[in-house]
Each structure stands twice: as C-alpha cells, then as structure tokens.
C-alpha cells in the first residue's frame, strides 16, 4: 500500500509538470513493462531494431540503443564495444551489441545524459525505460507477460508488479508475450478488455521462437549436440519457456538454476563440471544472455568449452499479418514524430 501511494505521488508530479521530464533530440522508442523480469524486453528491443534495419526509412541511418546496463561495473556514460564484457556493460546491451554491429550501444542509468551523448544517432531505441519519467519517450511499447497477467498480479512485494496498472495508459502499443502458438478472437478480446484499452491504443500478440543451437566458445564440438541429452542452466527469471522447447527434442538430464543476471564464477564452472561429469554424453546449455557472463569467468574448463552452447531467442508474431500491421505502425509514428 506504501509503495502504490509511493508510485502515485511520483506519477502525480510528472504528469502535472511539477517535476521536469526532457524530450531527446532525435526520435525515441520505449520498450518497457510494468513487471520485473520476464517479459522478454530483449527480444522485443531486437525485433524492433530489426524492424528499423529492414526499412527504407531507417536502414541506412544511424540508429542506437541506450540501455541502464543493468549490474554492470562501469559507470557513467559508456559505449558498448562488441569484444567488451558482462562485468563492465551488462549482459544485455552486449549481446545486442554483437548481434547488432551496424547500430550504437550504449550504456547510461541516466537516460537524459546518455540520449545527449548519442548526439549521431538519428534515432535512439530505449531499453527498459518506461518507469524513467524523467525522460519522455516518443513511443511507448509496453510487454506484458501472457502466463502472468497485469490485471492479476499484485504490486511488490506481494507481486511481481513495479509499477500502477493504470500506467498502461502511458502505452501506445502494448504486446503481449510469451503467447502460445495460437491465440483466438475471443481470448484477444478478453486481453483488450482486462487491459482497458483506449480506443487508439493498439494491442498485439507475440511468442518466442528459438534458434538453433550455437557454440559459446570458437572450440565447440557440434557433435554434442546430437546427444539428445542436455544439462540446462539459466540465471533469468523465467526459463519455463525455453524448457517447453528443448523438452521436445531433448531429455534435460539435469537443471541448475541460478537468480536473474548471476554473475558466474569459478565455483558456479565446478558445479557445471560436476554436472557434466555425471553426464557424460550431455550437451551444456544455456540462453544467450547467460552466455555473455560465462564468457566473463577466467579459466573455464576444456571439457565444459567443448560442450557449452547457447539457444538464440527472438520475438515473433502470431500471424504475418500482425506483423506487417505493427511495423507499418511505428515506422508511422516514427515519420509523424520526424515532422513535428
């Protein structure tokens, strides 16, 4: 109760103009939530800079990305090289950065400074910045998570909710993640009317598509893979997704969980040794992010660099048609915010 009095107030200010929000000299997209973790904000920052890369309007422009660079040990403003490291820029804005080598990284828990630092970009894709009032995106793309609804959750401590449910309101497009294959009209129905939609607020439905397995390490030994048998290990906050998935290829002999955004060490590449040493035909097997962090730890074992791999993740839409409808949308609202 403290804490949405808390939130209230604080949301009051802003949006009385009682406390100063800044706009960014170039256009900017939000992609946030109101919950912690779990989501998919990553995924959902990478289709969006796919979406910009893949249109004429944005394709051969400069577009950037500022992330808060969650636990990361550097501080102030930092550009995110690709060769750079978990420990100094965070592990999500340096998989973006590697996947990504045409577009700006960088790192900044002061938004406003860092939109000011990114003074070529041409556009500005703001991961996890939707409670940031202090800066006013353009766009607004608020997830929510299909396996735990906003309008059934609780504010912390008692949920996972960090912000008021009628901050939806703040959204233009909202998603809804982690969807299964098919979502039919009723249920979409249900999810406008849960949400309280505006009339021009825009819903949409999403899933998670994997990719095929890559090495972590250049020494990787592909035939690890055809094993059938995995040992997993994850430090997210939700790995039942990508569980559902390899389960259906894969016996996942064992699972090691460890908490969002571990920081692995030489006794976590142990208890993977061990692991493994009990399981000896086993593939190891991670998600992308973790791997940025294993990749940090000095010294891992042969044995572990020869079988470590990582499962690439994306945001897809349900139909092609919701696609289209989403990107001709922002790529709208993006050329209206060019002419204001």
């Not at 960090?162 to 703040?170: G, I, P, V």
């Not at 994850?234 to 016996?251: E, H, M, Q, V, W």
């Not at 060490?265 to 399981?279: F, I």
Request: glycine share 6%; net charge positive; with cysteine.
């Amino acid at each position: 109760m403290l804490y949405g009095i808390f939130l209230a107030i604080r949301h009051l200010f802003y949006d009385k103009g009682w406390r100063k929000s800044y706009r960014a000299s170039v256009p900017t997209v939000c992609v946030g939530n109101l919950t912690v973790g779990g989501t998919g904000k990553t995924p959902h920052t990478e289709m969006v800079l796919r979406m910009l890369l893949q249109s004429d309007d944005w394709a051969y422009r400069n577009v950037a990305v500022l992330s808060r660079g969650y636990k990361r040990r550097s501080k102030g403003f930092q550009p995110v090289p690709r060769e750079g490291t978990a420990l100094q820029f965070g592990d999500e804005p340096l998989q973006m950065a590697k996947k990504f080598p045409a577009v700006t990284v960088a790192v900044d828990k002061d938004r406003v400074r860092g939109c000011g630092q990114l003074s070529s970009a041409d556009i500005i894709v703001l991961d996890d910045a939707f409670q940031y009032r202090k800066l006013q995106a353009d766009i607004n793309i608020v997830l929510v998570d299909y396996n735990r609804p906003v309008h059934k959750d609780k504010l912390l401590p008692w949920g996972r909710l960090r912000d008021l449910k009628s901050r939806l309101k703040a959204a233009d497009l909202i998603i809804v993640t982690k969807c299964p294959a098919y979502v039919d009209a009723w249920e979409r129905s249900q999810w406008a009317k849960h949400l309280r939609l505006r009339g021009d607020q825009k819903l949409f439905f999403t899933t998670l598509a994997y990719d095929a397995m890559e090495p972590v390490f250049p020494e990787g030994d592909a035939r690890y893979t055809y094993s059938k048998r995995l040992v997993l290990f994850t430090g997210i906050a939700n790995d039942a997704p990508l569980r559902s998935y390899l389960s259906d290829s894969y016996k996942i002999v064992r699972r090691i969980g460890f908490p969002d955004h571990h920081r692995y060490t030489r006794a976590d590449m142990g208890t993977l040794k061990a692991a493994v040493k009990e399981n000896p035909t086993a593939c190891l097997v991670t998600t992308e992010k973790d791997a940025q962090r294993v990749v940090d730890v000095k010294n891992v074992p042969e044995e572990l660099r020869l079988r470590l791999f990582k499962i690439p993740v994306r945001a897809a839409f349900l139909t092609p048609e919701e696609e289209a409808a989403f990107t001709e949308i922002l790529l709208g609202k993006l050329k209206h915010c060019e002419n204001r």
